[in-house]
């Protein structure tokens, strides 16, 4: 729940749905008093009650009830009295905001729905439970439960699944929730989009009886490809069996994909066939070619266009995105870029002409035709100029808050685009009221910009004097520390902000991250505490007055996690390598000695066995770390991810790292088979999967043994570096992991140089000090693997790099050389 559940706690910060500020407009459930012998907790957004002298099963058939959010309040009343009378243990969602966060657009889909949950004990009161509340809840409907199985026309859904609270391996090495088969095992709790039972449990014949046979229709397209998923519905490219033409479907869930302002995403198909009907004749918009509703869901199909989304367009073209790209090919992009700005304007024209409002314009929704031309697709925020109405969506970094009503949508947006082009970083201006002038000087700077072109941009991008609605007081970060990051007194405003956002009071973290350290991961190295805590000592800047208590806090909340990992990265072996680190000896072995009881999956150094064997030689266990290593190679080599986190490329690594320490040839040969493994390309140029990560792993292996072949990749590799704008700055997914790789790898130091320049474009101020955007880029991290943290210990390892001093960095162990 990483996108709208996440954002709607905090407006600087990922945070728990739990944090969600709903004090004045939660359901009596969640305060009024309950009988005697009843227990209530609140966890994440939900009221959970617990009958007097309950004993639950592990697992079995659970009840969800979904109504719309309009009758959530009443039902979640009625419901809560039917279990308070029956002793029923159940959990309910505790306000009308959170109803509206869990059915929102970004949501999950396999959550949406679920108001309420129930768990009866044994088939017998679960029959009771299915007949007493669908009559009690008649005519009442929501959002379809994906996952389960309905009872009849009643808003009641059931699905067999666990109880209780536990989790295992999948076959990818993820750890997901966990139920047990008839041998004791536990084995994945599935809960896709769709109704499955696991394979040794019977259906019971009343709910067979009861949910009648399965919804049959007429469909009258065949579906080729899923283009985009969202809890709204799906996007498919289809074929009408009819006509034989292809066309994109669009599906609409009835009370699911609500916007903000309540509109589910039926009303939002509807307004869009309206607005793409009166603008048929226009050729810059997609064709009406029929719909309907079928299996309750509701249904457009648009014609079909054959062309490129700007936004790939974009990334495949733009010349900062790309090493080595001089002024001939920024000056051909330049012209391209401004002849489909032009086009993009003249398509809006065509639509305001006709008194339609887009909503949303960016470049996923904008197709440049094979043949020529633009069209724009996606109607579904546009509107009549004429409506008295706000779109209740809206793509960061398109949007404002001060132009979200007529034409002016459109116009800000155009602007938007029209810098986005050139700097595709355009999210990160709602972070900081001034981020838009210094990317709007980027582009300057970059590209043979028309005169007058930034000016206007300037102009047009600046928040209205008199408009202050989500700007965040902050000091303006000098530009001498934007400069060069490198500096002893940028690190430090780095340090500092880091402390400053520290949270001890919680247990759930102790800095702000990526929201994967809520999935059981606030202590790790990371996303957790751990991975912060390193940072700050390896560069020297843990002399703070608070570091002792935050060292106290992660040595008192790591083995309180009832869940824990044993990898490097994502669990207990990491932490106790950072322990180790910090002089807490014997509670980093305790630690250790825990993660070894745990099922490692999958050969990744990110949360596999090759991380457990680089901790286990940390501790001087070689032997154990050889077993791992042995273990690892009895994986099968199909499935595995490519990079140097989760792929062969890290699995090398520890097959290098015990050379280092046995002499031993085959761990070398070993570990050339396995960089031959990840030898297919990968994703993009960042440490975690992409370019950087490989080049490291190859050239760690080519410090011990020749290999003219895994040079000249890496060499290569390592030229495709040389790039002047990233998506992210962080260690693991952006600038921060290139600036380590290029430091560790002795590249080119105009390389080192370029991205040490280039944090300015990331960084945010942050009460005074400086501070880095993560994974999502409407939000500041402080983690060491997508935020502040990460571009620390880079930036530090870079600037001792200029001293000539040789830096560790916490990629791969062993040797600082």
Partial sequence: MIAQTFLAADPVFVDLLANVDDAADRFAVATRPLPDGWRRSLDGGWVYLSPPGARLPEQGWKVHISVARDEARDTVETVADYCLRQRIAAKFLRSDLVVH?????????????????????????????????????????????????????????????????????????????????????????????????PPWVRVPDFVTAGTGPAETTDFPYRVEKALHFSNGGGIYRAVDHVTGRTVVLREARPHAGLDEEGADAVARLVRERAMLERAADLAVAPRVLGGGVWAGHHFLATEFIDGE??????????????????????VAYTSWALGVLDGVAAALAK?????????????????????????????????????????????????????????????????????????????????SPGKAGELIDLAGESFPLPPGFADRLRERLARPAANTEGARPARPVRKA????????????????????????????RLFPGDAR????????????????????????????????????????????????????????SGVA??????????????????????????????????????????????????????????????????????????????FVRLYEVT??????????????????????????SGA?????ALHEYLAHRDHPYFAGVRDRLLGDLAVELTPAAGLLNGRAGLLACVTRLGGDPRTRDLHLRRFAVHEVPYHGHRAFPGAVPQRLSMDLGTGTAGVLLAAHAAHAALKGVPCPLPLIGGRTG
């Fill in 309 to 330: 989304r700007l936004a790939d367009a974009v990334a495949a073209r733009n010349p900062l995105l790309r090493a080595g790209s001089g002024p001939k090919r920024r």
């Fill in 663 to 688: 002499g031993s040839a085959d761990h070398l040969t070993a570990a050339r088979t396995l960089l031959t493994r990840d030898d297919s390309p990968g994703a993009g140029l960042d440490l975690e």
């Fill in 481 to 508: 520390d934007c400069d060069r990051p490198g500096a002893s007194s940028g690190l430090d405003a780095l340090r500092d902000a880091i402390v400053r956002s520290a949270t001890p009071e919680r247990r759930d």
């Fill in 577 to 654: 390598c950072v322990l180790d680190e910090l002089g807490h000896g014997r509670e980093a072995r305790n630690l250790l000695d825990r993660a070894l009881t745990l099922p490692a999956g999958g050969p990744g150094l990110f949360g596999g066995l090759a991380g457990v064997g680089i901790a286990l030689l940390r501790f001087g266990e070689t032997g154990r770390a050889a077993e791992i290593a042995n273990r690892l190679l009895a994986l099968p080599s199909e499935g595995v991810r490519t990079g140097l986190m989760h792929g062969w490329s890290g699995a090398a690594l520890l």
């Fill in 351 to 431: 639509l305001h002409g006709r008194g339609i409002v887009f909503g949303d314009l960016q470049p996923g929704n904008i197709l440049l035709r094979s043949g020529g031309g633009v069209a724009l697709v996606d109607f579904e925020t546009a509107f009549d100029v004429a409506e008295d109405h706000r779109p209740g969506l809206a793509t960061p970094g398109f949007a404002a808050s001060w132009a979200r009503t007529g034409f002016t949508i459109d116009e800000y947006a155009l602007d938007c685009l029209r810098l986005s082009v050139f700097v595709p970083l355009t999210p990160l201006m709602g972070l």
């Fill in 101 to 197: 966060i869990v059915n929102g657009k970004q949501a999950p889909r396999t959550s949406s729905g679920k108001l309420i949950t129930l768990y009866p004990v044994d088939d017998a009161q679960l029959q009771r439970v299915l007949n007493d509340l669908s009559a009690a809840l008649a005519g009442r409907c929501g959002p379809r439960v994906l996952s389960d199985l309905r009872w009849g026309q009643s808003p009641l859904y059931l699905r067999y699944g666990g109880f209780r609270e536990r989790y295992c391996l999948s076959a990818e090495g993820q750890h997901v929730p966990a139920i047990r088969d008839p041998d004791g095992r536990l084995v994945p709790d599935r809960r896709a989009p769709v109704f499955r039972v």
């Fill in 692 to 696: 950087a990560g490989r080049a490291l």
């Fill in 517 to 572: 350290q809520f999935d059981r991961q606030g202590t790790t190295l990371a996303f957790g505490a751990a991975g912060v805590l390193h940072a700050l000592h390896a560069t020297g800047r843990s002399d703070h007055p608070e570091f002792p208590e935050h060292v106290a806090w992660l040595i008192r909340e790591s083995p309180r996690l009832r869940w824990p990992r044993p990898g490097l990265y994502d669990g207990l």
